[in-house]
Each structure stands twice: as structure tokens, then as C-alpha cells.
């Protein structure tokens, strides 16, 4: 959410905002109501004030003189009264659209369309080049019998998984070495639950727009939420925190729950795109300065790159078009992994810096050292998320005898084996 002043003095850039991220949202219309409510704003305190200077006279008045201005007194306060309901329909309105109102790219985001717009900044780590025709991950899950894909839809329909064996204890030492990996970067490890309160997918920037997304649950006042981000930006919420608090910088690990109602018939098969999967969730409050920002961006883009360095996995770092990025985003790269079976580069992580878009909405602020109080900046990326990441550390790391050589990070996590699985 941006700052009103901001809009009324910015319309031209919020305007170039919304055409290029492509968000259906009328600025004008948004500042015509907001000029209504100043108005309406205006004329209750000027009825106020006159209430207030009425009521004087009422001890100083003859007893001729008070009935009438009494009266004047209660008129006044009707008057006021009447205004309520445009005054609260008017705010409710206008912070209906205010949530909607996209962020400012920064300076370097490219104009497009969607991913395909997306632009290539660099490619790290050498493709695969098999002596054998290599499998794909569900033959490689299947061929160990580290899966039961057919059971499992039995049980939870399609888009589920089920990993067994050491294909179960491969998708844990992901998610342990990455929580490690990160706490010896400074970041508090967190596990949390997924299950949220509605208001925080407001604070988080999901809704309104993503509601289709999102599992709700019947007669609770409860929500899946399909990232970590949505519980851990909310946990200051509404918040005054001081600036010698800042920076926070979260490694969260959760359950993450996604309907994808857009993605029928898209990865259908294996381990890509699931209903609930687990992520480890980098996630940074920090101070209102664009600078610091950009560095933590920087840090969090690094953090994901040395961990899949570290599970010696080639990928691409690519940045997102202003119509691939959302609306909240000021800046946003993916890392895309080789999967060597569609022979291309898949997401698998997506680093996002906010600006103060999703702390305004959240009420998330600090008190500065001048002592006022500021929305912070909040920023994310993922960590690792399994079982999606699974899918180019088997087909990278598989040898000619469907067994999979394991990296050297990971071989704390699984007894020390530089091999899984039965040849
Ligand atoms: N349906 C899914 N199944 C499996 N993995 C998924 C699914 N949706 C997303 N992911 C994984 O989660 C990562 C982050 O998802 S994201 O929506 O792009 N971004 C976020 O959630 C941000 N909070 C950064 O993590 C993706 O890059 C992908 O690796």
C-alpha cells in the first residue's frame, strides 16, 4: 500500500505503475474519492468546531438566549451524526482501493508482459552431460522406490506426493541443511505454522487478488496460508519497533498450501507443483532506506545462490518484468535450476524487495533515530523448497545405475552417504 500523500503528489508515476504491472485500478477514481472524503472530513470539523464554540456561549447565555442555542447544540450534533455513514463508506472505499495500488518498480525493472519478458541476467554452474540416457525424477523416485505417487492420490487426489525411504530423508536433509546454512548467516531460524488469520493475507500483499489461491477453512476463521512470508510478516504487526531492533532477519520453515487453480494440466506429474509442500522462507525487516534494502537483497539473492552451490546445481538468475512481478514488488529476481529431463531452467526461488508497500498495510513501523515513527522495509526469498528442488538434485546428480551422488553439504544430514539408493 503506498502513502496517499505519496499518490496525490506521484499520480503520474503510480499511473505508469499500474499500466506497466498491468493492475486494474482507476487512480483518478481513487483520487476523486479521496478528495470527497477530505471534504467530508472538512465539513465535520467545521460543524465540530462550531458545536464546540456553541456549547461556550450555552453558561454565559440569558436564560432567554439558552433553549435556543441548546437547541443549536443538538442539531449540530445530528448534523454530524447524519455525515457518519458517507464518512465511514467513503474511508472503507477508498482503502479498498488503496490496497490495490501497485508499488513503484525500481529504476532497472524491465517493461513486459509476463515470465516471458522476464530478462536473463546470468547463468552459473556447467549443464550435465550423461555418459546414459538419464531418467526423469518420477522414474528416478519410482526406480528406488522412494515414491508412491499412485497411493498417495488414492488418499489426497492428484497434485500430492508421498516420499519414502531415503527419498524421505533426502527431502529433510534439504530443508535441515538450509536452516543451518542460514542460521550461520546471522538468520533466526523460525518454524511456524501455516494456518493464519484472513487479515494477515491483507498485511501480506496475497489478498485482495490471490484469494483463489488459498485453501479457507470451513467455519473457521482460518486460512492456509502458501508461503511463510504471510505468518512471519505478520508476527510484528501493528507493532512500534525501535530502530536499534532492526534489522530482523528470519530463516522460517512451514508447510505451504497452494490450490493452483490457474496450473491445470501444468506439471501435473512428479514432484514440480503440489498442494502442500515445505519451504524455507528468507525473510528481512529493516530500516526505511532504499540502500539497505538493495543490499538485503543482494544478501538474500546470495544466501539462495551459495546454497544451491552447494548442492552443486547449475541455474540462472533472471529479473522479473513489471508484469511478472506483482504489485507490491519494487524489485524481484528468480533463480531458475537446470532440470535436465525438460532440458530447461524451472523456478525455484523468487527474491522480492518491498519498499514499505507491505509494512504500511501492515502497520509494521519503527521509531527512526529522530524519534518518528516510520513504516519499515520488509523483504523475502526463498531458502530452498522442497520437494520442488528435489526434481533437479536427482536428475543433476544421477548416475548411469539410477543411484544419485550426494554433495558434499548434505552428507552431515544423511549418515555421511556419498551415494543414495540401490544400484
Ligand atoms: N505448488 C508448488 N509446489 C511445489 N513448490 C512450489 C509450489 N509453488 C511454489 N513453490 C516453490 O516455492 C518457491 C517460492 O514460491 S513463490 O510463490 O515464487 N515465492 C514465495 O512464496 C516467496 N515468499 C519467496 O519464497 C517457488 O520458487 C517454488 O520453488
Known amino acids: 500500500m503506498l502513502d496517499i500523500k505519496f499518490i496525490r503528489e506521484n499520480a503520474g508515476a503510480v499511473k505508469h505503475a499500474v499500466e506497466v504491472k498491468g493492475v486494474p485500478i482507476d487512480i483518478d477514481e481513487l483520487l476523486r474519492i479521496d478528495r470527497e472524503l477530505v471534504d467530508l472530513k472538512q465539513r465535520v470539523e467545521a460543524m465540530q468546531a462550531e458545536r464546540n464554540a456553541n456549547a461556550k456561549l450555552v453558561p454565559k447565555a440569558t436564560p432567554e438566549e439558552r433553549p435556543t442555542l441548546i437547541q443549536r447544540g443538538k442539531d449540530l450534533a445530528e448534523e454530524i451524526k447524519a455525515l457518519d455513514p458517507a464518512l465511514r463508506a467513503h474511508e472503507d472505499n477508498l482503502r479498498q482501493l488503496l490496497l490495490r495500488v501497485p508499488n513503484i518498480p525500481h529504476a532497472s525493472v524491465p517493461v513486459g508482459k509476463d515470465d516471458n519478458d522476464?530478462?536473463?541476467?546470468?547463468?552459473?554452474?556447467?549443464?550435465?552431460?550423461?555418459?546414459?540416457?538419464?531418467?526423469?525424477?518420477?522414474?528416478?523416485?519410482?526406480?528406488?522406490?522412494?515414491?508412491?505417487?499412485?497411493?498417495?492420490?488414492?488418499?489426497?487426489?492428484?497434485?500430492?506426493?508421498l516420499l519414502k525411504g531415503e527419498g524421505a530423508l533426502l527431502e529433510m536433509a534439504v530443508q535441515m541443511f538450509a536452516m543451518s546454512f542460514l542460521a550461520g548467516r546471522g538468520f533466526t531460524p523460525l518454524s511456524t505454522t501455516a494456518l493464519v488469520r484472513p487479515e494477515t493475507l491483507v498485511n501480506s500483499g496475497h489478498f485482495p487478488g490471490d484469494e483463489e489461491s488459498v485453501y479457507k477453512l470451513e467455519g473457521d476463521e482460518l486460512m492456509l496460508a502458501g508461503t511463510a512470508e504471510v505468518p512471519v510478516n505478520s508476527l510484528y504487526a501493528g507493532e512500534q519497533l525501535s530502530a536499534d531492533q532492526l534489522?530482523?532477519?528470519?530463516?522460517?520453515?512451514?508447510?505451504?498450501?497452494?490450490?493452483?487453480?490457474?496450473?491445470?494440466?501444468?506439471?501435473?506429474?512428479?514432484?514440480?507443483?503440489?498442494?502442500?509442500?515445505?519451504?524455507?522462507?528468507?525473510?528481512?525487516?529493516?530500516?526505511?532506506?532504499?540502500?539497505?534494502?538493495?543490499?538485503?537483497?543482494?544478501?538474500?539473492?546470495?544466501?539462495?545462490?551459495?546454497?544451491?552451490?552447494?548442492?552443486?546445481?547449475?541455474?540462472?538468475?533472471?529479473?522479473?518484468?513489471?508484469?511478472?512481478?506483482?504489485?507490491?514488488?519494487?524489485?524481484?529476481?528468480?533463480?531458475?535450476?537446470?532440470?535436465?529431463?525438460?532440458?530447461?531452467?524451472?523456478?525455484?526461488?523468487?527474491?522480492?524487495?518491498?519498499?514499505?508497500?507491505?509494512?504500511?498495510?501492515?502497520?509494521?513501523?519503527?521509531?527512526?533515530?529522530?524519534?518518528?515513527?516510520?513504516?519499515?522495509?520488509?523483504?523475502?526469498?526463498?531458502?530452498?523448497?522442497?520437494?520442488?528442488?528435489?526434481?533437479?538434485?536427482?536428475?543433476?546428480?544421477?548416475?548411469?545405475?539410477g543411484t544419485i551422488h550426494v554433495p558434499e553439504a548434505l552428507r552431515p544430514y544423511l549418515g555421511g552417504k556419498a551415494v543414495l539408493g540401490q544400484p
Open 247 to 401: 534489522p530482523l532477519a528470519f530463516s522460517a520453515i512451514s508447510g505451504a498450501f497452494r490450490r493452483e487453480a490457474g496450473s491445470a494440466g501444468r506439471d501435473v506429474r512428479g514432484l514440480i507443483r503440489v498442494h502442500e509442500f515445505r519451504k524455507v522462507e528468507q525473510y528481512v525487516i529493516c530500516r526505511a532506506d532504499e540502500q539497505e534494502g538493495l543490499k538485503w537483497f543482494e544478501t538474500l539473492l546470495g544466501n539462495a545462490e551459495a546454497i544451491l552451490q552447494a548442492l552443486e546445481l547449475p541455474y540462472r538468475v533472471v529479473q522479473n518484468c513489471t508484469g511478472d512481478m506483482g504489485a507490491g514488488k519494487v524489485l524481484m529476481y528468480d533463480i531458475e535450476t537446470w532440470v535436465p529431463s525438460e532440458q530447461k531452467y524451472r523456478e525455484t526461488h523468487s527474491c522480492s524487495y518491498l519498499g514499505d508497500w507491505q509494512a504500511r498495510r501492515t502497520g509494521l513501523r519503527y521509531r527512526d533515530e529522530n524519534g518518528k515513527l516510520v513504516y519499515a522495509h520488509t523483504l523475502n526469498n526463498t531458502g530452498i523448497a522442497t520437494p520442488r528442488i528435489l526434481v533437479p538434485l536427482l536428475e543433476n546428480h544421477q548416475r548411469a545405475d
Open 118 to 161: 522476464n530478462v536473463e541476467l546470468r547463468r552459473e554452474g556447467t549443464l550435465p552431460a550423461f555418459e546414459f540416457t538419464p531418467r526423469d525424477q518420477v522414474d528416478l523416485l519410482e526406480g528406488q522406490g522412494w515414491s508412491d505417487f499412485e497411493r498417495v492420490a488414492r488418499v489426497s487426489g492428484s497434485r500430492s506426493y
